[in-house]
């Protein structure tokens, strides 16, 4: 698979929308002063700035791609998945972003309110098979998916 170095910044959705749907690596969580509470309230670091910025690796932008996370649920998801639950060496994180993958239709006036992460943690190497099909061709059926299956995930309820 060959990777290219990008310098891409996704902050709006018409930004993250050229991924919509995509696997996408995450590398680095980084919290921009943000924090969950022990009583379990999100903390903003900055009024009016994203809860949080995520470092991707996206097949289709490349690597090194710049995310930030202004949805308070995405980033309760993020917060779980390396803070919380904290990632494993054997472990990598893979998130898709989208809109379109609802649940039921939503009038284009309430989707920039909904949560828009599906954040996977899934074995190293998961993402590799997941979008390169000439990765690792022995593994096929039920063994590449075993190789590929989340171990946990934080998927929003109105997603399908």
């Known amino acids: ?5 990008s310098e891409t910044v996704l ?12 696997l996408c690596r995450v590398t680095q969580f980084g919290t921009l002063g943000s924090f969950i509470g022990v009583n379990g309230k999100v903390h903003a670091g900055v009024r ?3 809860y949080a910025s995520l470092t991707l690796e996206c097949e289709k932008l490349g690597m090194n791609v ?3 996370v202004t949805h308070k649920m995405d980033f309760q998801h993020l917060w779980a998945a390396f803070k919380e639950r904290k ?3 054997d472990e990598e994180v893979i998130i898709i972003w989208t809109k379109k993958h ?3 239709k939503l009038t284009r006036f309430l989707t920039p309110f909904m949560p828009k992460l599906w954040i996977m943690v899934c074995p190293k190497g998961a993402y590799e098979l997941m979008v ?5 061709p022995e593994l096929s059926g039920l063994a590449r998916w075993s190789e590929t299956r989340p ?9 399908e």
């Open 132 to 136: 390169d099909s000439n990765y690792k």
């Open 102 to 104: 609802y649940r039921w």
């Open 1 to 5: 698979m060959e990777h290219k170095e």
């Open 11 to 22: 902050w709006k959705d018409s930004e993250w929308s050229q991924i919509d749907g995509e």
């Open 151 to 159: 171990i946990v995930q934080w998927k929003p309820e109105v997603m």
């Open 87 to 89: 990632v494993k060496e």
């Open 48 to 50: 009016a700035m994203p």
């Open 66 to 68: 710049t995310g930030y």
